[in-house]
């Protein structure tokens, strides 16, 4: 049960690490806790939840990163069997593309069976190879030019220019994130940013969605909120990064359920540290 896995005490300070540290920690699993009780028992399956617990005890301090080693799972943003279904009229929205990494796995898990593909990706550097990457899939699937298109953006709530700021490691977030212009400090700008909402981008675009995958620094709850229309009339297979801030650990499963209650939902685990968690959520 998640409630004995967690009785653990803080109390021992852990690799080195100061017993403020452990009190910081354990103020935010005191809050958090009810939330994360809820989550775990929605989990669809068995795997889900044991990885659910064994995640938390890292990111809590409560262990090592051993911890993750049992659940580790392999093949991220396709594992659970029901991010496998697959139609000529498929469209695949990569939010956070980098260089086009998980677009080339969904075309080998598709077989090239799809309509289209976006790869929405804000970084120019990143830009340049998933360009290189498109040019080769293009040539060695026999696929038109335009199945894949590439979107100069990042992905958020709403549509707006803003500020990708430079990463650091805090109590509750992790990474680079994207705020408004006016909040940056000039120091920490790393570039500005254009981002989109979904449901705005895709309005006169696209009549159906299939599939989100989204990895966006730490900006995956306000990229739900952007696309609740599509989540809401499409219900599509949703890949959600889970491992940014602590808060993401329940918010974004709640906030996922509450769009689409009927939606199923597993959190499974793709590192041996505690990033690159992942929930899935797909309906019947």
Request: charged share 25%; net charge negative; proline share 5%.
């Amino acid at each position: 049960m998640l409630k004995d896995r967690y009785e653990k005490p803080f109390q021992t300070a852990f690799n080195g690490q100061s017993y403020q540290l452990f009190s910081r920690y354990r103020a935010y699993f005191k809050f958090m806790q009810p939330a994360l009780r809820q989550v775990y028992d929605l989990l669809e399956d068995e795997v889900s939840r044991e990885t659910f617990t064994r995640v938390l005890n890292v990111r809590f301090k409560l262990a090592d990163d051993a911890e993750v080693f049992s659940v580790f799972q392999p093949d991220q943003y396709f594992t659970p069997p029901e991010m496998n279904r697959f139609t000529p009229d498929s469209v695949f929205v990569d939010c956070g593309a980098f260089v086009g990494d998980t677009i080339e796995k969904y075309i080998w898990h598709s077989q090239g069976i799809f309509r289209r593909i976006y790869g929405f990706e804000p970084g120019m550097k990143q830009r340049t190879a998933l360009e290189h990457r498109k040019a080769r899939l293009v040539e060695e699937w026999a696929l038109d030019d335009n199945q894949i298109s590439i979107v100069p953006a990042g992905v958020g709530e709403a549509t707006q220019d803003m500020a990708l700021v430079k990463g650091v490691m805090s109590d509750l977030a992790i990474g680079t994130k994207l705020v408004p212009e006016a909040e940056a400090d000039e120091a920490s700008i790393i570039d500005r940013v254009h981002v989109v909402s979904l449901d705005e981008y895709f309005r006169d675009r696209e009549p159906r969605i299939d599939m989100i995958k989204a990895d966006v620094e730490g900006s995956e709850l306000a990229l739900l909120q952007g696309a609740q229309e599509i989540i809401r009339r499409d219900r599509p297979n949703l890949a959600i990064s889970l491992y940014h801030k602590l808060t993401d650990y329940f918010e974004l499963p709640l906030y996922i359920k509450s769009l689409v209650p009927e939606y199923h939902l597993r959190i499974y685990h793709h590192s041996t540290n505690f990033t690159e968690t992942v929930v899935y959520a797909y309906v019947d």
